[in-house]
């Protein structure tokens, strides 16, 4: 669908060009033709008002630099009969030749023109002993615009080609997010399927042993209860699937407000410090005693305050020590949690926030989807913020820096 895609908008691209070169170079043409022509017939309009006092009978007229032009002139009497020519270019002798290309100039219901069969154009003068008409070759013109043809048909055609090739590049270039994304959702859609089909079987399979007479009710009781968890599992996946979902549908603007930052992970650190506490951990805060004022969703950057504090605790072995900070840098909020970890590569450390990534299997024994940060990650970006992870020292910090 995506090669189609890009075809299409070559397609439809090239075919704007296409019409704009040919609209150029019809522009060009026709302009310079239109010139030619009107240059021409202002040159014409010269030898035919020259006065013919003092000029010999059959003398070319003359133009003041000594300039000449492929003309000839013949002038008619006021019943039509030629009177004289002039002409220091043609041969006139042959007054069949001349009564043909008068008759049509005559013939013509304007008072200039063009003899195409004759590669002419005449311009009619009223005179008072009859009519003038001046006629000036335009094989000269003719060459001029097939010579401009050509240029315009071989410079068209290397435009062409190059926005052929521009195109090709930008359509490869603004469909690779699109194909990103998509690769991205099939992913996803695999991912979230794989990950329910699991629960699924659990259930399926726990329902069928509820079925059999041949298991105690002791089984029985143990069979709901991994039906339950399972049930639960698939609740939880739901909804941090939910929440991925209004977050990339740009949900969290509607719940936007002004709030205190350094209150809201104040309150978010309270759950945190029992739970810490039974898994033999020391939480550890640094928090600002003025407020940090921002703009945000309260109820998502609490998740994210939360979700980072889940993962440290969850991935954190007793005794360690989970640090939380938050500081003012300038115009922006530093929130940062770490906690012990093993060393992770840079690939680990980017990979981390992508939906259903797994650094080893502890995070599928500890009921971990891979969702959490990929949900942080996708909030703090509808907060214009940015958020990444650092391993140093045998800790993981996770970083979220936030506008104020």
Not at 81 to 101: A, K
Not at 346 to 353: S, T, V, Y
């Amino acid at each position: 669908m995506l090669k189609q895609l890009r075809i299409k908008f070559v397609c439809v691209t090239m075919l704007v060009v296409t019409l704009m070169l040919c609209i150029i170079c019809g522009l060009i043409l026709n302009s310079t033709s239109r010139q030619l022509e009107i240059q021409s017939l202002q040159l014409m309009q010269d030898p035919a008002l020259l006065p013919r006092r003092g000029r010999q009978p059959n003398a070319p007229p003359t133009f003041e630099g000594d300039a000449r032009i492929p003309f000839f002139v013949v002038d008619l009497h006021t019943d039509g009969t030629i009177r004289e020519t002039f002409s220091d270019y043609y041969d006139l002798s042959d007054e069949q030749f001349l009564q043909e290309i008068v008759a049509l100039a005559e013939s013509s219901a304007g008072t200039n023109g063009k003899l195409e069969d004759y590669s002419l154009r005449y311009n009619r003068i009223s005179m008072p002993k009859g009519e003038t008409i001046v006629f000036m070759d335009t094989s000269g013109e003719e060459m001029m615009m097939r010579s401009l043809l050509k240029n315009c048909t071989l410079v068209g055609g290397a435009a062409w080609l190059a926005f052929l090739g521009i195109s090709l590049l930008l359509a490869r270039w603004m469909f690779r997010p699109v194909e990103q994304a998509w690769e991205q959702q099939k992913q996803f859609v695999a991912d979230a399927s794989h990950e329910l089909k699991i629960p699924l079987t659990v259930i399926l399979t726990n329902a069928e042993l509820l079925q059999d007479p041949d298991y105690t009710e002791q089984d029985r009781t143990q069979f709901g209860r991994n039906i339950l968890t399972m049930t639960r599992q698939m609740r939880d996946l739901t909804e941090n699937l939910l929440d991925l979902a209004r977050t990339d549908n740009g949900r969290i603007g509607e719940s936007m407000t002004d709030l205190d930052l350094t209150m809201l992970v104040s309150e978010a650190l309270l759950p945190f410090e029992p739970l810490c506490f039974e898994k033999g951990l020391t939480l550890e805060s640094s928090l600002p005693t003025t407020p940090l004022l921002m703009r945000g969703s309260q109820q998502h950057l609490r998740q994210v305050t939360e979700i980072l504090l889940d993962n440290a605790a969850k991935y954190s072995s007793s005794p360690a020590v989970v640090r939380v900070e938050l500081s003012h840098r300038s115009d922006h909020a530093l929130l940062t949690v770490s906690n012990p970890s093993d060393e992770l590569s840079k690939a680990d450390l980017q990979n981390i926030f992508k939906r259903f990534y797994r650094l080893d299997k502890a995070r599928t024994e500890r009921q971990s989807y891979g969702l959490g940060l990929s949900i942080a990650e996708a909030i703090v970006r509808e907060h214009h913020g940015r958020i990444w992870a650092d391993w140093k020292d045998g800790r993981i910090t996770f970083s979220v820096r936030l506008p104020l």
